[in-house]
Antibody, heavy 122, light 113 residues
């Protein structure tokens, strides 16, 4: 059974750094073709793709946020961490982690976490 | 970046009727070396994460009812629900996975008329 769960602060202040952790089970991020991504959704708005990390530690970022994002993995803990610097109220959103379909160039998401709402406010 | 544009933004359809949602990409998402179209569709119900419905533009994910179908190629795509059920009320998103950043459409909200 594949599960993913996001964790992290629910409230951050402007200019602070957000650190979110995705803890997963049922698969390994050492297996060829596996990857895990982050997607966010402001309240009432659309999905926004943020970042993706692959089994071989290759990484992809949204160009508009690349300077603020870092994605890393800890395979021993089955975790992926996303950090976002210089948080602003417009970054208020539900942040999802999701597993991409296993395989080369299969960058769509077949399993999602429930999401965690992060509010940015003074 | 590949921009994904959906139409309409919202749609109201009677139960049992057909619902059609369109998605257009700013450039082709057809990979010529394998002739595959890198386009997926998701369904998102309120207070839930998105659920994968369709990939390769027209392949249903396991467990997805066959009233859901995807079509299209190149830059123009359609998600069709052949006979709308009450449980299909949701927001639907298209998603290109052809090239990074792997962008989503803005969503289409589907309601019952």
């Amino acid at each position: 059974q594949i599960t993913l769960k996001e964790s992290g602060p629910t409230l951050v202040k402007p200019t602070q750094t957000l650190t979110l952790t995705c803890t997963f089970s049922g698969f390994s991020l050492t297996t060829s073709g596996v990857g895990l991504g982050w997607i966010r959704q402001p309240p009432g708005k659309a999905l926004e793709w943020l970042a993706l990390i692959y089994w071989d530690d290759d990484k992809r970022y949204s160009p508009s946020l690349k300077s603020r994002l870092t994605i890393t993995k800890d395979t021993s803990k089955s975790q992926v961490v996303l950090t976002m610097t210089n948080m602003d109220p417009v970054d208020t959103a539900t942040y999802y982690c999701a597993r991409k379909k296993v395989g080369v160039r299969l960058n769509y998401f077949d399993y999602w976490g429930q999401g965690t709402l992060v509010t940015v406010s003074p | 970046d590949i921009v994904m544009t959906q139409s309409p933004d919202s749609l109201a359809v009677s139960l049992g009727e057909r619902a059609t949602i369109n998605c257009k990409s700013s450039q082709s998402v057809l990979y010529s070396s394998n002739n595959k179209t890198y386009l997926a569709w998701y369904q998102q119900k309120p207070r839930h994460p998105p659920k994968l419905l369709i990939y390769w533009a027209s392949t249903r994910e396991s467990g997805v009812p066959d009233r859901f179908s995807g079509s299209g190629s190149g830059t123009d795509f359609t998600l069709t629900i052949s006979s709308l059920q009450a449980e299909d009320v949701a927001v639907y998103y298209c998603h290109q996975y052809y090239s990074s950043p792997f962008t989503f459409g803005q969503g289409t909200k589907l309601e019952i008329k």
